[in-house]
């Protein structure tokens, strides 16, 4: 009796230890921007993904800066974020085998609904902002969003100062910011998919939209498996190939919320 609940015990650990193994076999983490997975972008990829390969797939949804150092780490197979010079550095230093432009959408400059002014320039609105010294809330999370707001301040000529009393850095995602821009009325950078799925608000609207410095490219990299012996290479290669397809074109192109496409897709072999 003592012997057969022995083996009994012993089958159930090896069926245990077979069946996280096999789990863990078929699963990949993606580290990825909040704004492809807020949208709902994502589960729709990653749930035709699985029908397709039976391959789990788990979002990791941060700033492109946490993002990255996550790859870094070893700690995601694939990369899909949103700021060229830190992609393209990241795959200089041999963290990425492999970085393909996948889709794009952009960004909006928000404000509240008094400003009536017109947008004739990026930088002229936001040397507005910084000499009239209106609120302006910023992510202020290294995020792909953040970083595409200080260079846009660079370029416009502006010296930017966390001590300001007018700028508000808030260490948030995009719809906390937005939260605040509503409720504080003020201004704030947006990619224009997170603005469109936001529901609150009422105190804003679009003050600069269409113009070329706001365009907003997204790139999907392979993470090299050498930063991690236990990184599933081989289903993440399946993956990073998948992205390249017309199915995912069509997941990309037909996803809508309040019936407006988000994301396009821009894949060129």
């Not at 507005?128 to 992510?139: G, V």
């Amino acid at each position: 009796m003592k012997n057969n609940f022995l083996i009994i015990i012993i089958k159930i650990i090896v069926l245990t230890i077979f069946a996280s193994t096999v789990y863990a076999e078929n699963k990949i983490i993606v580290a990825s921007t909040t704004s492809t997975y807020d949208t709902g972008l994502l589960d729709a990829l990653n749930n035709a993904f699985y029908d397709k390969y039976k391959i789990r797939v788990q979002v990791l949804s941060l700033g492109t800066g946490q993002a990255i150092r996550t790859a870094k780490d070893g700690n995601a197979e694939i990369l899909l974020v949103h700021h060229e010079p830190s992609e393209l550095e990241f795959m200089k230093d041999g963290f990425g085998l492999e970085r393909k432009e996948i889709m794009y959408n952009d960004y909006i400059l928000v404000g509240p609904k008094e400003d009536n002014r017109k947008c004739s320039s990026v930088e002229n609105k936001l040397k507005e902002i910084h000499d009239k010294k209106f609120l302006f809330i910023s992510r202020g999370d290294d995020s792909g969003t953040h970083r595409k707001e200080l260079e846009m301040w660079l370029q416009a000529k502006l010296k930017i100062d966390e001590k300001f009393q007018w700028y508000f850095s808030v260490g948030q995602g995009m719809g906390s910011t937005l939260l605040i821009a509503n409720e504080k009325k003020g201004y704030s950078l947006s990619d224009r998919s997170t603005w469109i799925a936001f529901n609150y608000k009422n105190n804003l609207k679009i003050v600069c939209e269409n113009l070329p410095p706001l365009f907003n490219q997204y790139g999907i990299i392979l993470v090299n498996p050498d930063l991690n012996k236990n990184l599933n290479f081989i289903n993440a290669k399946k993956y990073f190939e998948w992205f390249k397809t017309n199915e995912v074109k069509e997941i990309i192109n037909n996803f809508k919320v309040k019936d407006k496409q988000l994301f396009f897709y821009n894949y060129n072999q």
